[in-house]
């Protein structure tokens, strides 16, 4: 009873974090849900539990999903291209991790996704402040009929 309890106050403090952070934050919390669902799958094809290795790599694509969507190729179509495919790729290999209860695709994945959310995480702070303006407008000009 108290997992589920904690579980509730988990997804909320989640969900209170998201609903104030900025573009920049979020995909920073996408990468790391993304490699703690990873790490998670992987324990479970281990321990040899295909019904939580099932949820957390679905959930891990899940996430994958919304990176890929989170790209805006207008800054560098043929980075966001390459991205896009990169993040396609990890989709792949995660299936067959899944289908052929393999740990290997799952911690190739980890070592593509680790670097990326590097680099994210050491964007200067003056450079994330820029950007996260430049979005919040665009954002405001979606919003607004």
């Given at each position: ?17 998201i609903s104030v952070a900025n573009p920049h934050r979020v995909v920073q919390m996408l990468f790391e849900g993304l490699l703690d669902r ?108």
């Amino acid at each position: 009873m108290y997992g589920r309890y904690m579980k509730a106050y988990r997804k909320t403090d989640v969900e209170a974090e998201i609903s104030v952070a900025n573009p920049h934050r979020v995909v920073q919390m996408l990468f790391e849900g993304l490699l703690d669902r990873l790490a998670q799958a992987k324990g479970a094809i281990l321990r040899k539990d295909y019904g939580y290795k099932s949820e957390r790599i679905s959930k891990a694509i899940g996430i994958i999903n919304g990176l890929q969507m989170s790209i805006d190729p207008s800054y560098d179509e043929e980075a966001g291209r390459r991205l896009i495919d990169l993040y396609e790729y990890m989709k792949e290999r995660l299936n067959e991790a899944s289908v052929n209860l393999d740990v290997a695709p799952i911690d190739e994945v980890i070592s593509l996704v680790t670097p990326i959310k590097e680099a994210w995480d050491n964007i200067p702070e003056e450079e994330r402040e820029r950007v996260n303006e430049i979005i919040e407008k665009k954002q405001g000009k979606i919003s607004k009929p």
